[in-house]
């Protein structure tokens, strides 16, 4: 019992797991009450038990599994998360509980598989049983068997899938078991049940005697059909109904009998197994079927007839057989063989079903043909044939070859073609039999029943019945408006016989009861017109929702009206002349009709008059229109001389044709007489408002056709003239509809050939006015004319271009008007039978498509095959347009299609376009034979010929339509092939053309299995297309029908493609609506014109349409639009413009700026409470994530676009981006990184414009970015540069291009070193194009910017480089080669050590590359040699780097070179700095990786150097090179103090310190002081960002760094002179890395923490007292206003600031004097502009606005009234408060009237205009400096500075210089000086060396000691300059801000802008000292070589010789 305690503590869940069976049997009873107990399905204790159940039914112990069974049977019928386990626990049913000697246990283990079926997993049971069928135990199958029978019988055969049970049904019948045949047999009769003799055909090769059996059970079944009487979950409410009959004991369930067997008939083809026939075929068949000897041709068709006859066959090509039993049935001569041939098709047809479509329309003309035969066998089996073969194709594709025999001259033909379509259309329903194929076939039957025959007459009676009664009679009777009622009523009588497919019997009742919701719905469901941009009042229909519609909504009206006349139009017989006098006398006048044909013209006018009264008056109903008509044509008619008789004539016709109910007959009497008197100038216009009249009630296209035809008889040009006027405008009066354009096209063209002007203009408007309405196929009927006539019809159709054609007006009866709205949906699916296309004259080209031609097409030589081709070629260009049967050619072309020469293929597919546009919509038929094997060629490997293949796809589709391809299963066995190219097009095809359809046929579910294969493909690509096109194959098969379809993979496939399932219903696309009917459309105009409509137009592309807005639906504006149409009203009158809601969506920012986002984003990213941006293929997560971040930066309407599934929708949004960038730029940096992210989901996409449109927009943004001085973050750049990178390797030359830009554009806004790693990572792409791109692009990094750009270390980057020289790709190895030669170049034979070991043959490969690229520069090597000759004074000549010859021009110093006007190479300086300072000066932004620190002795370059005055000028041409030499050595030392590495830096440290603590040598540090000051505040940040968070450094070492960086700055900060040097934006930074210092309280966790920073505290008090006080004032003011900016930041910070300004503001009364007070107001002036007093009081603490007021109290305290002198620097005072809170203060403290008085007396003696010029003078002394700092007046403005000096000898420069560098001091001074001495005439030397003619663009905010040498002689400073602004430029820094900037600071001048503070930030200090390391080894000698002459140069030589010698001395100690 101890055991068993220790189980019974078990938690339940674990005592079902446990290895003791009785624990386990009583952890099922609990379980099993647990299961019962709960009440939730979602409850969470289910989720315990998803992985034991399997071991519930699959226990050892047979006690505890019984009890495991039951209580699985309780946890899959209440639990929702059953199904998941539906797999295993089935197996483990199958396999461990069937074979149970237990009936129990097999009882639920039976029970078990019919509840998870209950539980919607029918497929997964029924695959485990199927697999069960297989074992080896008996029991198992039987049991299986069992299992499978209660399932059917239970569930039906809906649900449980009968194909595969009835696959396997024979084998059971063949078991060995007599238990196994036994439950066979009852499953046999079970299904039977359901199927009924669909099964027969699938057993009918099992054992005679079973099937006898079988039969015998078959009979005793009852006939009515099995119900289903368990449900699914999911068929609650069949459930409810089952149990309802039940209880009322069934009767009701009779009413349903009909459509539970329409529901349960199951196809027999579906339930056979496919049969592969073609390899079976007797190899000498195609011999012996053209065999002389009908016998051997018996013999072969024969073999072929057994082949035949299997039920169901394997699809393949039966393009050749097809045509040789065509080729019997066609043209063999013996019946006997036609009949069996005939058969031959039959049974391939019904075996091969819709994959034999694409040879119907080769069959049926020669099977039609055939039936000239009478016999009735040959006739019967032909029958047979053609009906096999219909079911195949459909009557569109047929139509046109049924309709060429109707007119045959043999009956039998014209019979059997009648009762084919008879039998054809009991196949149709409504929807397959459209008026526009039943019209022409209509028009031949009704031929027909007049005919002479009467079999031909009985046939089209049948058939004419037979569609009456499919498609009832309403839909018929228009096109039977000429019979009489005796046929009418035959017909009828034939249509009530008619039993259609579907077992309807009856009258056409059941047509037109469908008729009838089918019309009224598409009111209901079409979605409002859009209105397209730009044309408010016209709505266009969006031609993306569908292939073009043929039919024109708008035309609807007035086709209806036309309709509406034709079906009620009387048909009229001529009546006889006196009938016709008997009836007019009757309604008119006796008087009128005597003097009708009076000789007197009064006595006639008054006839006419009385006339035309009688017809006014005249009721519709009496009016007798043909006699009143041939009363007015009674002598003298027509010739009627008097013109005022002849007007009222053609003016009453009109009112009769108005009035009356006018026939065609009656038109006939009158329309010559119209036509004669068109074009007299009195009756003209009678003439043609009579020829309107009657053009409204015959309607205008038969009209039209007679009056045109009249005018053309004629030969007066005055008529043919006006005629063609007259058509023009009643074309734009009635519409285009209907019009027959062929009738009128010859006599057009005889109008244009005319001689009479009048007629051609006439002919040339008229085209205008067809080109409104047909647009530019129009053109194509007159390319044969002239080219002086096509320019003017061209010129004609230019003015017409873009103008929409008028709404008719009229046309339309009321009839029309109300029958419309009824028909519109019919209409719109008539429209097809007028499309314009099918208006061109078509030839037939099949005569010219000879055997000869369709011989050499299949020839084995490839250049006669090439000949056939271009004959083709030839014949379809010379008929423009062909019709549809193109005889042999389609088979010959397919041949060719898979030529093995590629040009042939080509060739072929160009023909096809060409065959395409020249047939037109016929073209359908040959999408079968044609169309696919267009799509095989997109497998090919070459991208042209796919590129081919697809353009000549869409040329075909553009034609047919999607619908034909995806019918049948063609397009799935293409999918089928494994091959990628051919799947990735195909299915990126179908991801673009899908959303394009309202519906698809049901074939697509076959590309399902397929679909889901490419989903799991090898190939990327194909998985990645297969992944686009799900949502578009989604969105038309829906999400459960594709689930659904999933469960026939194997497990692990299912799961994933599930999940991309779920993925893709995210993004699932809606479907496009219908059009809306109340707008006018217009058909493109290249592509095939719509319907003849009354108002098309030309329709946008697809793109147009987004400008509009969402495609959403709105209900009320359907119905309005439908109310309207039913109304009748015109499209034009009801336009539906874009809502004002989506118009104001998309006006305002795009771009919004959300404070602090990016930074929050940054945070959320680094503590992982979002996704990381790092993936190799984007997951539907990332774009989730991203979507939801830019909800909030972006305008509602950009992100749905940006997050649209059509890639247009992409491309319109980059385009709003690129618009509102610069505008927008700092909302755009604001989200830049969410932007950056966005495009680098778009770099994963294929299409390449968006890639383009991409690249567009981020070189723009790149470009702006750098404009803005923006940095990239190292979260920005990490989450966009490696995807870009990925594209470099892109296949196409133009986005590799255009990456290589934005790659190079990138160093400006982001550092080269940083952008190294992520090239060096792109390096190891297995995509050879990307690795070769990034080893160019490293190359260029490491020309462009040394080798300091390496990471790591150069040494490590250049092996890794160097790897790839052997690499197995040409380009890799070539870009290999060229970066490390690059790096030759840099840094010369050190590239040997750097690159490690190389082969033998990589090492010969770099060398011979290094030799070849020495001797590419031969010029600029020459120059290099010569500038040591030519300069032997030079004391740096000898330290040359390597030989000249070697040396290899970078980039770089050749742009140097050219900025600085240099002719000659400077040469170098001394190695130990050259390659430190190349980094430095390369490297601005990265300060962590310094190279080791080299030590120096500073002691004896610190020695005093005395040199020689010159003799013959005071200034020295040269520099003092040693004091360089010193700055240099400063320049490095501090330069390290900032580096990454922390010995490196203290190193650095300890030597400055040396430096400092020695009075003597301190000086030294003079004009270094802002440049230490940058490198140590940089280190202090290195320390706070990277080093303190870095846990596997020391903490020590870091204190350490710290207490050698707080011990420098006190030492440095007890020196005055050198800490009143420190510039204001230097100590602005310092001071905010202090006091971040303070507040780190990482720093108080370090051992001795506390004195730390009570060290810091002692230091903030040295620089407050040390520094200059306007420059710290000015830093801390700055200082506290960006801290309260910075919502941010620690309160505690700000709070610090103040503290320190506090301190500044006790010190005050001391230190005053020394402020320069008018830069402390201008600070205080922007700080109150930003916050004024409000919004300072709004602040959570008052103290900021306490130290303001103290600040500016004390300054008025201490300076009185004068404080109002100083606010000189501010330009505009109004904008700050700060001027009236100083009157206020001055004011109070009672000085303002005393300071006036004061004013007036001490200036009192002052001459008035010495007054004036003393009010202005700061005003004229900033003037004045503002010249000398601009390049182009420097001289001009130190001449006016001496000159003001002169006249005001008082005047006071102090302020204006006192805040410039020390640099510009000197240069004033030194120029004030120079001009003295020249107007003193005692200086020899020209101006012109003292005053440079390049001078500074702007003071320089910086001191440096190498602006000035020991004489204080000037240093070219424009030389600095240019390089610095070359500099600049490369590293993303707009000179322009520089120089305003820096201009701010010395002179500071008033500014406008917030958001660029005045100050010279430290880091562009630190790239201005930068820049001066390299340039001060080169200016200074190109400065000298420009000076230098050959008489100077022996006066400096001595001293020349000692600083060699010196420096040689140096350069020896140091080795």
Not at 578 to 595: G, I, N, R
């Amino acid at each position: 019992m101890g055991d068993d305690s220790e189980w019974m503590k078990l938690p339940v869940d674990q005592k079902c797991e446990h290895k003791v069976w009785k624990a386990r049997l009583n952890g099922y009873e609990e379980a099993l009450k647990l299961f019962q107990r709960i009440g939730d399905e979602k409850s969470p204790e289910w989720g315990k038990y998803l992985g034991l159940i399997k071991k519930f039914v699959t226990d050892s112990n047979a006690v505890a599994q019984l009890k495991g069974l039951e209580a699985a049977l309780v946890f899959i019928e209440n639990a929702h998360v059953a199904g998941k386990t539906t797999g295993e626990v089935v197996s483990g049913v199958v396999s461990k509980v069937f074979n149970q000697p237990k009936a129990r246990a097999k009882e639920l283990g039976t029970d078990i598989c019919l509840m998870y079926i209950e539980i919607e997993k029918a497929e997964i049971v029924q695959d485990e049983l199927i697999k069960g069928l297989d074992n080896k135990n008996p029991k198992i199958v039987v049991a299986c068997i069992e299992t499978l029978r209660k399932a059917l019988s239970e569930f039906g055969s809906k649900i449980i899938t009968l194909k595969p049970v009835v696959k396997v049904l024979p084998k059971l019948f063949e078991s060995r078991e007599k238990a196994v045949r036994d439950e066979a047999k009852l499953l046999a009769v079970e299904i039977y049940k359901w199927i009924r003799d669909a099964l027969r055909t699938p057993l009918q090769n099992i054992n005679s005697v079973q099937l006898k059996e079988l039969e015998e059970e078959w009979v005793k079944l009852p006939a009515g059909a099995p119900k289903q009487s368990r449900f699914l979950r999911s068929q609650q409410d069949l459930k409810a109904k089952f149990e309802q009959q039940q209880a009322t004991g069934g009767d009701e369930g009779d009413g349903d009998d009909d459509d539970g067997e329409a529901d349960t008939h199951v196809d027999p083809y579906e339930l056979l197994e496919a049969v592969e026939i073609l390899s079976k075929i007797p190899k000498d068949f195609y011999e012996k079927i053209e065999a002389k000897k009908w016998q051997e041709r018996k013999e072969a068709l024969e073999a072929i007839e057994t082949l035949s006859k299997n039920p169901k066959l394997e699809s393949g090509d039966y393009g050749d057989l097809v045509r040789a039993l065509k080729k019997v049935v066609g043209k063999d001569a013996n019946v006997m063989l036609v009949t069996l041939a005939a058969k031959c098709l039959a049974g391939l047809a019904a075996g091969l079903r819709k994959k034999f479509g694409t040879y119907a329309g080769h069959v049926v003309p020669t099977v039609l043909e055939k039936f000239k035969e009478k016999k009735p066998q040959v006739v019967q089996a032909l029958q047979e044939a053609i009906d096999a073969v219909f079911l195949t194709t459909t009557l569109q594709n047929i139509s046109e070859d049924v309709l060429a025999v109707m007119d045959n001259k043999n009956p039998s033909i014209k019979q059997q073609a009648s009762l084919f379509l008879a039998r054809s259309f009991r196949h149709c329903t409504p929807a397959t039999l459209p008026k526009s194929v039943l019209k022409p076939l209509c028009a031949a039957f009704l031929k027909q029943v007049n005919d002479s025959a009467p079999e031909v007459r009985d046939a089209a009676f049948e058939a004419l019945g037979t569609a009456m009664k499919v498609v009832g009679e309403k839909a018929v009777n228009p096109f039977l408006a000429d019979l009489d009622k005796l046929k009418l009523d035959k017909i009828k009588e034939c249509a009530d016989k008619v039993e259609l497919v579907g077992g309807k019997k009856g009258g056409g009742g059941g047509g037109e009861k469908k008729e009838k919701p089918a019309a009224k719905a598409p009111p209901v469901e079409e979605p409002p017109p859009k209105a397209a941009v730009g044309a408010p009042k016209k709505a266009h229909l969006a031609k993306a929702a569908v292939p073009p519609k043929k039919g024109k909504p708008a035309s609807a009206p007035s086709a209806k009206a036309k309709k509406a006349t034709d079906a009620k139009e009387m048909v009229e017989t001529e009546l006889p002349l006196e009938v016709c006098e008997e009836k007019s006398a009757a309604v008119l006048p006796a008087s009128c009709m005597q003097l009708l044909d009076s000789a007197n013209w009064k006595e006639r006018l008054a006839s006419m008059e009385e006339f035309q009264r009688a017809v006014e008056q005249m009721d519709r109903s009496q009016m007798p229109c043909q006699a009143l008509v041939r009363m007015l044509a009674k002598k003298p008619g027509w010739k009627e001389t008097n013109f005022q008789v002849m007007q009222m004539k053609l003016h009453i016709v009109g009112l009769i044709a108005q009035k009356g109910s006018f026939s065609k007959t009656s038109a006939l009497v009158v329309l010559d007489g119209l036509v004669d008197k068109i074009g007299d100038i009195k009756c003209g216009s009678n003439a043609k408002e009579a020829l309107t009249a009657i053009g409204e009630a015959c309607s205008l296209p038969w009209t039209a056709e007679q009056v045109v035809s009249l005018a053309f008889a004629q030969k007066n040009p005055k008529n043919q003239a006006e005629t063609l006027n007259w058509l023009a405008n009643a074309m734009k009066e009635f519409g285009f509809a209907g019009i027959n354009v062929k009738a009128f096209i010859n006599n057009v063209k005889t109008a244009l050939g005319a001689t009479n002007p009048a007629v051609r203009t006439a002919a040339i408007t008229l085209l205008g006015v067809m080109y409104l309405y047909m647009g530019a196929p129009l053109r194509m009927f007159f390319e044969d004319e002239k080219p002086a006539l096509l320019s003017q019809i061209d010129a004609e159709f230019e003015k017409m271009q873009g103008q929409s054609p008028p709404a008719p007006m009229r046309g339309m009866t009321k009839k029309g008007a109300e029958e419309e709205g009824e028909d519109a949906d019919e209409e719109e699916v008539d429209g097809g039978a007028g499309d314009i296309m099918d208006l061109l004259p078509r030839t037939d080209i099949s005569d010219k498509i000879t055997s000869d031609m369709v011989e050499k097409i299949g020839d084995k030589n490839w250049k006669i095959r090439k000949e056939g081709l271009d004959e083709v070629a030839a014949v379809i260009s010379e008929a423009k347009f062909i019709q549809s049967n193109i005889g042999e050619l389609p088979m010959a072309l397919k041949g060719r299609l898979t030529d093995s020469n590629k040009l042939l293929v080509q060739q072929t597919l160009s023909i096809l376009q060409q065959i395409a546009t020249a047939m037109g919509p016929s073209l359908k038929q040959h999408v079968r034979n044609l169309g696919f094997p267009i799509i095989t060629v997109l497998g090919d490997s070459k991208p042209n010929i796919r590129t081919t293949a697809m353009t000549t796809l869409n040329a075909w589709v553009e034609q047919t339509g999607l619908k034909e391809w995806l019918e049948g299963e063609d397009l799935s066995e293409e999918l089928k092939r494994e091959n990628p190219f051919l799947r990735q097009e195909v299915l990126g095809w179908l991801a673009e053309r899908l959303p394009t359809m309202r519906s698809v046929p049901a074939d697509l579910m076959l590309c399902i299995p397929n679909l889901y294969a490419c989903l799991e493909d090898r190939n990327g690509d194909v998985r990645k297309k297969a992944q686009d096109a799900l949502p578009t194959f989604m969105m038309h098969l829906s999400y459960d029908k594709m689930n659904k379809a999933t469960s026939k993979l194997k497990p692990a496939s299912k799961d994933q493609v599930v999940a991309m399932l779920e993925k893709a219903r995210a993004v699932m696309p809606a479907k496009p609506a219908a059009p809306a009917k109340a707008a006018p459309s217009k058909p493109a105009q290249s592509a095939p014109a719509a319907k003849p409509a009354s108002a098309p137009a030309k329709s946008q592309p697809a793109v147009d349409d987004y400008g509009v807005g969402e495609p959403k639906t709105d209900t009320k504006k359907t119905k309005s639009a439908g109310s309207a149409a039913k109304k009748g009203v015109v499209g034009k009158k009801a336009p539906v413009k874009p809502t004002p809601k989506d118009d104001e969506d998309k006006s305002g920012p795009i771009f919004i700026l959300v404070p602090n986002s990016k930074e929050q984003r940054m945070k959320e990213e680094k503590a992982l409470k979002i996704l990381k941006w790092n993936f190799i293929t984007p997951r539907d997560e990332y774009v989730e994530q991203l979507k939801t971040q830019m909800a909030s930066c972006l305008a509602k309407w950009l992100q749905d676009e940006l997050f649209h599934y059509d890639f247009q929708r992409h491309v319109k949004a980059v385009n709003a981006m690129i618009e509102h960038m610069e505008a927008e730029s700092e909302a755009v940096i604001g989200c830049l990184d969410l932007i950056l992210k966005w495009f680098t989901l778009r770099f994963f996409d294929t299409n390449t414009s968006v890639l383009m449109k991409a690249m567009e927009f981020l070189k723009l943004l790149f470009t702006m970015l750098s404009r803005e001085n923006y940095h990239l973050s190292e979260y920005e750049a990490s989450s966009f540069i490696p995807y870009l990178i990925l594209k470099v390797g892109e296949s196409k030359d133009v986005v590799r291009k255009d990456v290589r830009a934005i790659l190079t554009m990138l160093c400006n806004v982001y550092s080269a070193c940083k952008m190294f790693p992520f090239l060096m990572e792109g390096t190891k792409s297995k995509n050879s194009k990307q690795r070769s791109e990034c080893l160019e692009e490293l190359g260029c990094l490491i020309e462009n910017y040394g080798m300091n750009v390496c990471q790591p270390t150069p040494a490590k980057a250049l092996k890794d480089i160097a790897v790839h020289i052997g690499d197995r790709d040409t380009t890799v190895r070539n870009a290999a080669l060229n970066t490390v030669v690059a790096a030759y170049n840099v840094c010369g034979d050190q590239v040997f050590k750097l690159i490690g070991n190389l082969s033998e043959k990589d090492m010969s490969m770099l060398e011979e590359r290094i030799k070849r690229s020495a001797k590419k520069t031969p010029v600029v090597s020459a120059k290099q040699e010569r500038a040591p000759r030519e300069h032997p004074a030079n004391p740096n000549a000898t330290f040359l780097r390597k030989p000249a010859q070697e040396e290899v021009p970078n980039k770089l110093n050749q742009a140097r070179s050219q900025n600085a006007h240099s002719e000659h190479t400077a040469p170098s300086i001394p190695k130990e700095f050259q390659l430190d300072l190349d980094m430095i000066e390369n490297d601005h932004t990265r300060v962590s990786e310094f190279p080791d620190l080299v030590q120096h002795k500073l002691d004896e370059l610190l020695e005093p150097v005395t040199i020689p005055e010159p003799k013959i000028r005071s200034v020295s041409p040269h520099f003092d090179d040693l004091h360089n030499s010193t700055a240099s050595t400063i320049n490095f030392v501090i330069s390290q103090v900032a580096s990454g590495d922390i010995n490196t830096s203290i190193q650095a440290l300890a030597q400055i310190d040396e430096v400092l603590r020695q009075e003597d040598k301190a000086e030294a540090m003079s004009g270094h002081i802002d440049q230490f000051l940058i490198a140590t505040f940089m280190q202090l940040r290195l320390i706070y960002n990277t080093h303190m968070a870095d846990d596997r450094l020391d903490k020590k070492d870091i204190f350490k760094l710290y207490s050698c960086i707080i011990g420098n700055m006190l030492s440095l900060f007890s020196m005055e002179s050198l800490a009143r040097e420190a510039s204001m934006g230097v100590l602005k930074d310092l001071m905010h890395g202090l006091i971040t210092l303070m507040l780190d309280s990482r720093v108080e966790d370090i051992e001795d923490g506390q004195q730390l920073i009570r060290s810091v505290n002692l230091l903030v008090v040295r620089v407050l007292e040390k520094s200059d006080q306007t420059n710290i004032l000015s830093a801390l003011l700055v200082l506290l206003q960006d801290s309260l900016i910075t919502t941010a930041g620690s309160p505690m910070f700000s709070e610090l600031v103040m503290k320190c300004l506090w301190r500044m503001i006790r010190f005050l009364p001391e230190t005053i004097n020394s402020i320069n007070l008018d830069r402390i107001l201008l600070d205080v002036h922007n700080f109150m502009k930003v916050f004024p007093k409000e919004k300072l009081k709004q602040l959570k603490s008052d103290v900021p606005h306490r130290t303001l007021k103290t600040l500016l109290h004390t300054l008025c305290k201490l300076t009185g009234a004068k404080i109002l002198d100083h606010l000189s620097m501010i330009e505009n005072r109004n904008e700050s408060e700060l001027e009236a809170h100083l009157r206020r203060v001055v004011k109070h403290s009672g000085n303002l009237s005393g300071f006036k008085s004061d004013q007036n007396t001490e200036k009192g003696a002052l001459r008035s205009d010495d007054k004036v010029i003393k009010a202005k003078v700061s005003d004229i002394l900033s003037e004045i400096f503002k010249k000398i700092g601009s390049k182009e007046n420097t001289k001009e403005g130190l001449t006016e500075l001496y000159e003001y000096k002169q006249k005001y000898s008082d005047a006071d420069l102090e302020p204006f210089l006192k805040n410039t560098s020390q640099f510009f001091q000197s240069y004033v001074e030194r120029g004030l000086r120079m001009i003295e001495s020249e107007r003193e005439g005692k200086s020899r030397i020209q101006p012109s060396t003292v005053i440079p003619q390049h001078s500074t663009e702007s003071y320089t905010p910086s001191h440096s000691s190498m602006s000035v040498n020991s004489n204080g002689e000037d240093l070219k400073p424009a030389v600095y300059y240019e390089r610095l602004k070359i500099l600049r430029q490369r590293h993303g820094l707009e000179n322009a801000k520089q120089q305003q900037q820096q201009q701010q600071d010395d002179e500071r001048p008033p500014f406008s802008s917030l958001s660029k503070p005045p100050l010279a930030s430290s880091t562009d200090m630190l790239h201005s000292k930068l820049s001066q390391l390299k340039e001060s080894r080169e200016s200074h000698f190109q400065q000298d070589s420009r000076s230098h002459s050959p008489g100077r140069a022996s006066s400096p030589a001595a001293n020349l010789d000692d600083l060699k010698k010196r420096l040689e001395r140096i350069k020896s100690n140091r080795q």
